[in-house]
């Protein structure tokens, strides 16, 4: 196939297509002509890729797995704690601005002191009291 029928198939622009291929990911075959021609195990590799890729899985762990080097497996579980060590973080960051929310911007010294001060006036955020 065609590298405008590979992007048609893969939705890859020809850059990406074409950069995969320089990272050894393909190998398409050339015609007499010179021009490349895919295969359909191409077109799967790209599709692999692009939803690893999808996933945030560097592209040294894309090719460690497509050469072997590495078990997909592995790559997958260690996507997986990761994903479990941001999301316990975004868990932390919410409930510590539940709680500062709650409490107002007073526990960082933004409040307003008097109706005549305005040196702290513009320092109060959107929780301030």
Wanted: charged share 35%; glycine share 6%; proline share 2%.
């Amino acid at each position: 196939m065609t590298i405008k029928e590979m992007e048609e198939k893969t939705g890859m622009s020809r850059t990406n297509i074409r950069f995969y291929e320089s990272e050894g990911l393909i190998q398409p075959n050339r015609r007499e002509n010179g021009y490349r021609e895919y295969s359909e195990t191409d077109a799967q590799i790209l599709m692999k890729v692009k939803l690893l890729r999808s996933m945030d899985v560097p592209l040294d762990q894309v090719k460690a797995a497509a050469f072997g080097e590495k078990q997909l497996c592995d790559i997958l579980t260690e996507l997986e704690a990761e994903l479990d060590r941001r999301q316990a973080h975004q868990e932390r960051t919410r409930l510590a601005l539940r709680q500062l929310k709650q409490a107002g911007t007073r526990i960082l010294g933004f409040v307003y002191r008097s109706e005549g001060d305005t040196t702290q006036k513009k320092y109060q955020g959107k929780y301030g009291r």
